[in-house]
């Protein structure tokens, strides 16, 4: 009779926020309350770095992104250059505005 082979016991895991040892299968950190694997929240998930970011946080996303424990180093990198490059086309674009505003109200005010 061939014995079963036994399961190893699950490794131990860290919390993604304070590093502390948690059981394999907590759902949330004993010590800090975060979620772990699918709990993560909503705002460290890459659509929510990506709303958050065009919806008001401009280039403070970046903080979200290296928080996240959803992205690799490499995904890091990449949506930290994104943000930035976006965050300083939108200022280019809001200079322009700015220069072509300040342009019309000058000639308004000479009379044309």
Not at 15 to 44: E, M, N, T
Not at 66 to 86: F, I, Q
Request: positive net charge; glycine residues 10%; contains cysteine.
């Amino acid at each position: 009779m061939t014995e079963a082979p036994v399961p190893a016991p699950p490794l131990p895991v860290l919390c993604w926020a304070c590093s502390k040892v948690l059981d394999p299968f907590d759902r949330y950190c004993r010590h800090c309350g975060k979620g772990q694997g699918d709990h993560i929240p909503w705002y460290y998930t890459r659509w929510g770095i990506l709303v958050a970011s065009l919806l008001g946080l401009g280039p403070f996303g970046v903080f979200l992104v290296w928080r996240s424990p959803k992205l690799s180093s490499g995904e890091k990198t990449g949506w930290t250059l994104a943000l930035l490059v976006l965050t300083g086309y939108v200022c280019w674009r809001l200079y322009q505005v700015f220069t072509m505003m300040n342009a019309m109200v000058g000639m308004a005010l000479r009379g044309f």
